[in-house]
């Protein structure tokens, strides 16, 4: 029997017991005879008295014997109503003991049967505790039973997770140590290599400075040798320019002449057909207009003949810059004076290229003076005063 039922047991047997013994004492007390109060046994007296006239035999102290006695008398029957009333009191008692002694024992008996009734369902009751305590408890063992096994269940799957774990940790550090070896490894191989590439690279290089330094020298040699055959063969050409611009501008100063000459013989041709014509017929004012005629395009060439050699004296003291392409042109405003003299050079439209455009002012300015403009006929000499000079070496033209 488990400890909770017997403690439940005792809680109930005790108060029975107690019950019990009680109604027990109470019914052997109301069995019990009690003594009757006995009748008082004393002789009752009676007095028998005749009133006697006062006026006859009437005297103090038989007064007072008389009143005596009638209060003797009446104490008397008091006393005797006294034990009456007593009597029936004890016998009220007595039956009021039996009727609450009966009535102890109908409520013993139902206690009793009550306690049995208490005490049986207390025992089903218990019964049904202990068979619900063995059913929990079986449950419980089921229970721990499974918890045992869902813990020993767990216990091995975590033990197997945690080789795994380990497992894994262990192959991922085989793995990482491995890994570094072989970058160590690589490393190491890089090192050695990059060290004779370098010490290669060095022994290229120094190779190399010497060839260089060997190559140099030997260029400088050329180089030297080099700059002194073109510089005896531009001072070559140089005098070969010299002379034949000298013969160029004699020529062409010898042409100028001419055709200066030959505009003032026209001029005088004119001047006389115009004296002829102001006094003469309309035959010859149209022939001296065809001869003005003549004369401007005499003129036109020899503007012409003169810009020709101007362009051919610039190209000629020109030097090619370093960057110089093809196709590249500089527009020049130039001004002249009478005499040839250059008074001015300046861009009026760039190349793109400063070094090709100042290479075009240092020609015409080595060109100059140019002394045939002297030779022009005046209306050719203006067209040079001030003038835009198109400078492209490969094609000049205004």
């Known amino acids: 029997m488990s400890q909770p039922e017997i403690e439940k047991r005792a809680g109930y047997g005790l108060p029975v017991v107690l019950a019990v013994g009680l109604h027990v004492v109470i019914l052997v007390l109301t069995l ?3 003594p009757e109060s006995e009748p008082d046994q004393s002789s009752t007296t009676i007095v028998n008295a005749t009133l006697v006239s006062t006026e006859t035999t009437t005297t103090q102290p038989q007064q007072a014997k008389a009143s005596k006695a009638r209060d003797a008398a009446e104490e008397a029957d008091e006393r005797q109503s006294a034990k009456e009333e007593a009597s029936r009191e004890a016998e009220r008692a007595a039956e009021q003991q039996k009727s609450a002694a009966r009535e102890k024992a109908a409520e013993l008996k139902a206690e009793q049967a009550k306690a049995a009734e208490q005490e049986k369902a207390a025992q089903a009751k218990a019964a049904e505790q202990l068979k619900a305590e063995q059913k929990a408890a079986a449950e419980a063992a089921d229970k721990a039973k499974a918890d045992a096994a869902r813990r020993a269940e767990e216990a091995k799957a975590i033990a197997l997770e945690r080789k795994k774990a380990e497992a894994e940790k262990q192959a991922k550090a085989d793995a990482l140590k491995k890994a570094e070896a072989e970058k160590a490894a690589k490393a190491k191989a890089e090192a050695e290599k990059a060290a004779k590439e370098k010490a290669a690279e060095e022994a290229r290089k120094k190779a190399e400075a010497e060839k260089a330094a060997k190559a140099k020298a030997e260029a400088e040699k050329a180089a030297k040798a080099k700059a002194q055959a073109e510089k005896e063969k531009a001072a070559k050409a140089a005098a070969e320019k010299a002379a034949k611009e000298k013969a160029a501008k004699e020529k062409a100063a010898e042409e100028a002449r001419k055709k200066a000459a030959a505009e003032a013989a026209r001029q005088k041709a004119l001047a006389e057909k115009a004296a002829q014509a102001s006094a003469g017929s309309l035959d010859s004012l149209i022939d001296s207009e065809s001869d003005a005629i003549s004369g401007a395009k005499q003129a036109a060439q020899a ?5 020709s050699l101007l ?9 090619r810059p370093s960057g110089t392409v093809p196709g590249m042109t500089v527009t020049l ?5 009478p005499t040839g003299e250059l008074v001015s050079a300046a861009v009026s439209k760039s190349s793109g290229n400063a070094a090709f455009d100042r290479s075009a002012i240092q020609a015409i300015q080595k060109a100059a003076p140019f002394t045939e403009m002297q030779d022009l006929p005046a209306s050719a000499k203006s067209q040079f005063r001030n003038f835009n000079l198109y400078f492209n070496p490969e094609d000049l033209g205004r």
């Open 32 to 34: 019990v005879s009690w």
């Open 303 to 307: 503007a012409n003949g003169f810009e």
């Open 311 to 319: 362009k051919k004296y610039v190209g000629q003291n020109w030097n």
């Open 333 to 337: 405003r130039v001004s002249l004076l």
